[in-house]
C-alpha cells in the first residue's frame, strides 16, 4: 500500500472515509441514532423547563402546576416569566416602534396575549418519593416528552373543572376516544400537542392549525364587528330621525304663536274687528251668576 509491495489494499476498512470513518476531514457524518437521541433529549427539556427563562417548572401538589401555562405552539411556560415577556414587548412596541431593538422579544409573535396561553393542570404521581413526576392520569405513563402528550383547551364558555388535570397521554386519548373524555373532563374545545417533535413534521403542522384558528377568530371578530356597526347606525339613524321629528313640530308650535300673536295684534288694532272678536256685554260678577243660577 506504501509503495513497496507490502499490501494491497482491497479490504473496505482500509479505504479513507468509508464505514464509522467519521472523523475523517471529508466525511462528517450523524448516525440516525444520535439525530435520534438529540430529539429525545430535546423534548425532554420542553416537557421540564420554560421555554423563556430556561429554569425548571415547578411540579409539586401544593400549588397544584397553576404557574405553568402553553402557548399555541405547544411549548411550557412560567406564567409569571410569560406575563413579564408581554409586558417587555408591549413597552418595547411603545418605546421603540421602529428600531432594532423592538424585536429582540422573549416570547413568540404568535403570542398575542394572555388569551393565547392557556393554564396546565399536570396530574403529578410521586410514587411514594419526593420527586413528582408528571404523568397521565388515565394510562399512568410518564409525560416526560418520550410519549405524545395533549392538552385539552377549553373556550370562555366552557369552564375546567376545578383542580382538575389538564394533560393526557396519546395513548389514553386512542383508549378511551373523545365523546368519553368530554363526558369526563366536561366539553372542551381542541387538543394541543405538547412538545412537538420537528422530524415527523408535527410543529409544522400545529403552526398551520394555529393560522386557521387565527383566520377563524379574524372572521368572527369581523363579524361581530359589522353587527356591532349596524346597530350604532341604526340608533343613530333613529336618534337623528326623532331630532327632526322634534325640530318640525317646535318649528309648527312657534308658527302657531306667531299666527295668534299677529291675530290678537290686528284685533286689537282695528275697530271692526275688535267688534266682531270681543263681546260687547258687561261683565258678569260671581254674585250675579249665582242670583241667575235658577232664574229661567
Known sequence: MGGDGGVVATSRRYLR?????????????????????????????????????????????????????????????????????????KKSNTEEQGSAAAAVVDIGWHVRGLKDLYPVQFYLDNNNNDNDKASCPISAMELNGA??????????????????????????IKEMGMNALQEEYGPFERLLRLAPTIANGDFDQICQEWVEVREQDEKKSNKKKKKRNKKNNTQESSSSKRSKIKHHTGNQTKLTSTARSNVAAAVNSNSVFSSIFKSKKAPVSDKEKKDNLFVR
Open 17 to 89: 472515509g468509508a464505514g464509522t470513518a467519521d472523523h475523517t476531514a471529508d466525511c462528517k457524518r450523524t448516525s440516525s441514532t444520535e439525530i435520534a437521541q438529540a430529539e429525545k433529549e430535546r423534548l425532554q427539556q420542553m416537557m421540564k423547563t420554560c421555554a423563556i427563562t430556561g429554569s425548571s417548572l415547578l411540579l409539586n401538589n401544593n400549588n397544584n402546576n397553576k404557574n405553568i401555562v402553553a402557548c399555541p405552539y405547544g411549548r411550557l411556560y412560567d406564567k409569571e416569566a410569560a406575563i413579564k415577556a408581554l409586558l417587555k414587548r
Open 147 to 172: 410519549h405524545s402528550a395533549f392538552l385539552m383547551i377549553y373556550n370562555n364558555n366552557q369552564q375546567q373543572k376545578k383542580d382538575q388535570p389538564n394533560v393526557l397521554s396519546e395513548k389514553a
